[in-house]
């Protein structure tokens, strides 16, 4: 069973359709949730890293939030330049270790 | 800006050929991690290093070995290339004591083919 869930799969939307991206986390004890941009055939690149819950936190057209069990990534008036997969991790708490899980992510696709 | 660069960004190898990838960054990071991407299964980790000459096992290691010898330089090794290790490698970096300690910087990718 994955401890981090990405929902959906694939989304695709027009040019300036809201959208949001889910990313769900069985684990307790969050460290840190962290979310990432990966356009094809590159590595990921970070974005947000969010550490409690109603935390929030913005780039352009891109809005990261937090509750206890999940995260949202909002993508206000999307352009076809924000077509990518995103990538949503977790640190738990326990260990001391830094090793984050990935979820399996959401490829987005806006069509101009 | 935090550069990481991997060695290759294709290989084409032979069932049976040891393989090296190898991965350098540029910012002094303590911290170095190599996973493998494949479609539907997300990012996986194979090993990771928290500084030099240490490494640990990360959740599918098998087949592979590391090295880390000089801290700007992590090597990822398959000792005998199988067409299962076809794959996307990355390679990342962290700094565990500066201001963005979470934060991961990966390298483009090396998009590894094993006939």
């Known amino acids: 069973e994955d401890q981090v869930t990405q929902s959906p799969e694939a989304l695709r939307l027009q040019e300036g359709e809201s959208s949001s991206l889910n990313c769900s986390y069985t684990?307790?004890?969050?460290?840190?949730l962290f979310w990432y941009r990966q356009d094809p055939g590159k590595g990921p690149e970070f974005l947000f890293t969010l550490y409690s819950a109603g935390e929030e936190k913005e780039k352009e057209r891109l809005k990261a939030t937090l509750t206890k069990k999940e995260s949202f990534l909002h993508i206000t008036a999307p352009k076809p330049e924000d077509s990518a997969t995103y990538l949503c991790?977790?640190?738990?708490?326990?260990?001391?270790?830094?090793?984050?899980?990935f979820g399996r992510g959401t490829s987005l696709i806006v069509h101009p | 800006d935090v550069k990481v660069t991997q060695s290759s960004r294709y290989l084409v190898k032979r069932t049976g050929e040891k393989v090296f990838l190898e991965c350098v960054q540029d910012m002094d990071h303590e911290n170095m991690f190599w996973y493998r991407q494949d479609p539907g299964l997300g990012l996986r980790l194979i090993y990771f290093s928290y500084d030099v000459k240490m490494k640990e096992k990360g959740d599918i290691p098998e087949g592979y070995s590391v090295s880390r010898e000089k801290k700007e330089r992590f090597s990822l090794i398959l000792e005998s290339a199988s067409t299962n290790q076809t794959s996307m490698y990355l390679c990342a970096s962290r700094n565990p004591s500066g201001r963005s300690t979470d934060t991961q910087y990966f390298g483009p990718g090396t998009r590894l083919t094993v006939l």
């Open positions: 684990v307790s004890g969050l460290r840190g």
């Open positions: 991790a977790v640190r738990l708490a326990s260990g001391g270790s830094y090793i984050p899980t």
